[in-house]
C-alpha cells in the first residue's frame, strides 16, 4: 500500500448536518456547497447528497450510474470502510439530477500533457479545478471517472459520519470519543455494549461537523478485496429496475420512426392505416420523424411501420466510399491538433530505413443491449422522467427547455442502464419521450425504441483514416509521423448540449494517438477533423478506439521491418519514457510465455495502449482449425495504480477486450442511400461464448496516479488481434472489420 501513500495524504474537510428522526453526513466542503438535492420523508434525514442515516439503516445516493460497471458496490465499499457498516446494512441508489453530484475528475482529463508525464503539480491542479463541475451541473457518468471522483470524496463521508456518531454516543454516556469503537453499524461502549447507529441519528444532529483522519490502508476489510457485486442478485433474478421495466398506473406505450438519412427532416407523413389498429390512440408528430402511442409496445412498433412518410434526404454524402473520400479531404487543410512534435520528423535520419501505411476503421454503434427507453409524464405541476441516463442534469435541462418548465419541476429518475458505452450520454432519446408525454399529458408513457431504429439512429463512433509515415535504424524506430483524419464527437456533442460547438484543439481526437509512451526522438502526431455531418459520439474509449489501432498496428509493423521481436521492440523503447508502461508489457510477457516464436496453425500478437491513466497489454492468440480462425486465448495486463476492487477491475478489463474484439472481427456500420444498412444484431455480429478465448488478468499497482478500469481494456484489442492474425498468416490487415480479410470462427 505504500505506492498509494500520496493519493492518501490528500484530505478535504468534511461536514455533518441533521434533521429530526436521522442524520445525514458527507459531502466535503469545497468554497460553498452545492445545495442538497433530497427530499427527506418521516423520520428521515437529509441534509446532505450522499449518505442518510435514518432508523431503518444506511442509504448511499450514488451519483454515477450503474450500468454494469460496478460502480455502486464499490462506491459503497468506500463510505462502508470509513463508517464501519457492511456492504449488507447499506442501500445504494442513483442520486437525484443535481449540481451536487458534479463529476470531480473530468476537468482534470482535459488538462494538457500526455497523462503519463503527469507531474504533481498538475495532479493537484487537476483536483483543485475539479470543483468548476460544480458550476456546470456535470452530473455525468463517463471517460472511466468514477472511481478518481470518488475515492476521496465517499472515505471522507464515511469517516467524518462514524467520528460524529461516536461523539454523540459519547454525549450521551459522559465519556470521551477516543474509548468508543465501531463495528457492523454499531457504536461500541468500553463495556462492550452496541448503539445501533440508527439510534443515535437525532443525538448527532446536535454534534458539531467533527474532520476526521482516514484510516490507515492496511486495516482495510473491503477495499482492495473481490467485492460482492449489489446489483448481481437483481440482475440474475429479473427484478432489477431498467427503464424498460418501469411500469406505472395507467401506462401507455410508445415507439418512434425518424428519417433514416441522419439528420435530414420530414416532409410529410400519413397515418390513416396506423390509426385504424386497434390499441393506437395518437401519433405524434416529432419534426423528423413520428411516434406512435398505443395500448402495447409492439402495437405501437407495428402501427409506426404502417405509417407512410416522406423523408428529406442526409447532409451527408449517400455511400460509404464517398464519405470515406470526404473523410480523406480533411488532410488537404491544416491539422486542428499536433500535441506531440518531438525532433524532426521532415529530415530523415541517416541510414535511416522510411516506409509508411494507410489504415482506415469503419463506423461503429454502441449496441447497447437495452435500446434507447424512456419513460415520461407531464402533469399540471411538472414532469416526471425514468430512464437510464449518464447524464441526468443534462437531461434535466434539455427536459425543462422542450417542455418550456423550470428544471426544478423536471424528476429524473435514474435507473439501471441496460449497457451504456457512451450512448446513454446523449439526450435524444430523453427528449423524444418528453415530446411523446407532451402529447398526452396527465398519462405516463415508456417509449421504446425497436432494434432496428436504435442501430440506425446512433451517434456513431467516426470512422476514421490514418496515414503513418516511420523509419527505422539499427533496429529501433527514430522516427514517426502519424496523421489522422475523423470527425470530432467532442464538438458535436458540446453543440448538441449547448448550442455552441467546441472550439481550439481538440484531444480527445486525438487520444491514444500522440501520448503512447514511448521514447522514439522524431515523434509528430496531428489530427484532422473532417466537417461531415455523420451524426457522431463518444464510443467506448472514445479516440483510443481507432487511434491504438492505428498507432499499435504501424508499430508492430515497424517491429517486423527492423527483424525485431515486437514485444521487445516494444518494451526498449517503452523503458527509458515510462517505467509502468514496462512493467505491464514485461508482465504480459511472462504470463502469456512469449517468446516470439509459434508453432504452424498458431498465431500471437501483442498490443499495447495508454488510455484514461492506465496503461494495458494484451497477447492475442489464434489457431487455424481446418481454415476456420478461432480467438483461441487472450492475456491482458494493467496497472491502474489502486485497484479498489480487484474482481470488478478484471471483469472491466474482461468487457472492454471483449466490445473491442468484436468490434475488431464483425463491427461495421455502412451507408447506402444515405441509409444505415445495418438494422439489428444479424447485421452487427458480435464475439459469441463459443467464439470467445480463454482470458488471464494480471492488475499491477505501481501506477502513481489512479487510472480508469471501464474504458482501458477496449483500444488494444483490435491491434492484438490484427498482429496475431498477420503472425498467423502473413497477412497484413490496415482496415476493419477483419472478418473481411480472414475465415473467422462465427
Known sequence: MASISKILRRTFLIGSVAVVGGVAFGVYKVRSPAPNPLKPGQGQAALNPFVMIDQNGVTLFAPRAEMGQGVQTTWAALIAEELDVELDQVTVLHGPAAAAYYNSAFVADGLPGKGYDTSDFMHNLGEALGVIGKSLSLHATG????MKDGFIRMRE?????????????????????????????????????????????????SVDPIEAELRDPTTWTKLGQNLPRLDMVGKATGTADFAIDVRLPGMKFATVRRNPKLGGGMVSFDGKEAKTLPGVEKIVDLG????????????????????EIEWEDAPYPPETDAIFQTLAKAFDGSPNSTMRDDGDVDTLPDGATEFSAD?????????????????AQLNSDGLQVWTGTQTPTFAQSRAAYVTGLETEQVEI????????????????????????????PGTPILTTWSREEDMRHDYYRPGAIARMRGAIKDGKAVLMDGHLATQSPTQQAMERITGMAGAGPDKVLVEGFFNQPYAIPNYRMSGYI???????????????SHNAFFHDTFMDEMAHAAG????EFRLEMARPEWDVAARVLE??????GWTGKTPDGVGRGVAFAYSFGTPVAQVIEVVDEDGTIRINKAWIACDMGLALDPGTVKAQMFGGMMYGLSAASFGEITFADGEVEQFNFPDYDAVRMHTAPQVDIQILETNRFMGGAGEPGTPPAAPALGNALFDLTGKRARTLPLNQHFDLLV
Not at 143 to 146: E, I, K, Q, R, Y
Not at 421 to 438: I, P, S
Open 530 to 544: 473532417s466537417d461531415l455531418k455523420i451524426p457522431v459520439g463518444f464510443w467506448r474509449s472514445v479516440g483510443n
Open 288 to 307: 423528423d420523424g413520428i411516434a406512435v402511442i398505443a395500448t402495447n409496445t409492439w402495437l405501437a412498433i407495428q402501427a409506426a411501420e404502417a405509417v
Open 587 to 592: 508482465t504480459v510477457r511472462d504470463m502469456s
Open 157 to 205: 463521508a464515511g469517516a467524518s459520519a462514524r467520528e460524529t456518531l461516536k461523539q454523540a454516543a459519547a454525549d450521551q454516556l459522559g465519556v470521551s470519543r477516543d474509548q468508543l469503537k465501531t463495528q457492523a453499524g454499531h457504536v461500541i461502549t468500553p463495556d462492550g455494549s452496541k448503539i445501533p447507529y440508527g439510534e443515535l441519528a437525532v443525538a448527532a444532529a
Open 413 to 440: 429518475n435514474t435507473t439501471y442502464l441496460g449497457g451504456g458505452f457512451g450512448r446513454r450520454l446523449e439526450l435524444d432519446f430523453v427528449e423524444v419521450a418528453v415530446k411523446v408525454a407532451m402529447a398526452m
Open 564 to 567: 525485431r521481436d515486437p514485444l
Open 143 to 146: 471517460g472511466s471517472t468514477s
Open 359 to 375: 489504415y482506415s476503421v469503419p463506423f461503429l454503434a454502441h449496441a447497447t443491449m437495452e435500446p434507447m427507453t424512456a419513460v
